[in-house]
T-cell receptor
């Protein structure tokens, strides 16, 4: 158990819908990262937050957004869902969000878009 | 830009055999960090090891060992006396670039240990 929690574990929804994925980092970690894992693209970095502020953006679609709250938990919002958004979404956390950190991953949320 | 290549897509071994998973990386930075993660069938990503580019000392931890060679840009992972519980997808990842905060992952190697 990495100490990073993600809810829900599974999510099934329809195209065009909007969903919110939630992540709580390890105790003491200030930085949160979101990754998408799909069969064709592999593991891809989406976005990073550090202490409430957006720090880095990766291959995140405009239909997707995220935020980190004062209690440091983070939410990833996915809207106008398409079949291709079906994937495993991981949240990771680290102490400072620096290169010297190790990122610890949560168990993931498996999103299925029908 | 950075890149991680895991040329082995799938490997099958019989229990108790040794197995080496290959990882080759590309980066222009002189300071970088390499990682191995394990993803068992249950789906979570489990951190295994981290190496810094300035520390080429190889490491052994129980049945696991890692061989880091800057000259060939490789960071290989060996499991000795493999067990069925080692069956998983193993990912090599790279963290580099002064302005980069993201891990770049390889495509992963699926290891199946057959009893």
């Amino acid at each position: 158990d990495s100490g990073v929690t993600q809810t829900p574990k599974h999510l099934i929804t329809a195209t065009g819908q909007r969903v919110t994925l939630r992540c709580s980092p390890r105790s003491g970690d200030l930085s949160v990262y979101w990754y998408q894992q799909s069969l064709d693209q592999g593991l891809q970095f989406l976005i990073q937050y550090y202490n409430g502020e957006e720090r880095a953006k990766g291959n995140i679609l405009e239909r997707f957004s995220a935020q980190q709250f004062p209690d440091l938990h983070s939410e990833l919002n996915l809207s106008s869902l398409e079949l291709g958004d079906s994937a495993l979404y991981f949240c990771a956390s680290s102490v400072q969000g620096a290169r010297t950190d190790t990122q610890y991953f949560g168990p993931g949320t498996r999103l299925t878009v029908l | 830009a950075q890149k991680v290549t895991q040329a082995q897509t799938e490997i099958s071994v019989v229990e108790k055999e040794d197995v080496t998973l290959d990882c080759v990386y590309e980066t222009r930075d002189t300071t970088y960090y390499l990682f191995w993660y394990k993803q068992p069938p249950s789906g979570e990503l489990v951190f295994l090891i981290r190496r810094n580019s300035f520390d080429e000392q190889n490491e052994i931890s129980g049945r696991y060992s890692w061989n880091f060679q800057k000259s060939t840009s490789s960071f290989n992972f060996t499991i000795t006396a493999s067990q069925v519980v080692d069956s998983a997808v193993y990912f090599c990842a790279l963290y580099s670039g002064a302005g980069s905060y993201q891990l770049t992952f390889g495509k992963g190697t699926k290891l199946s240990v057959i009893p």
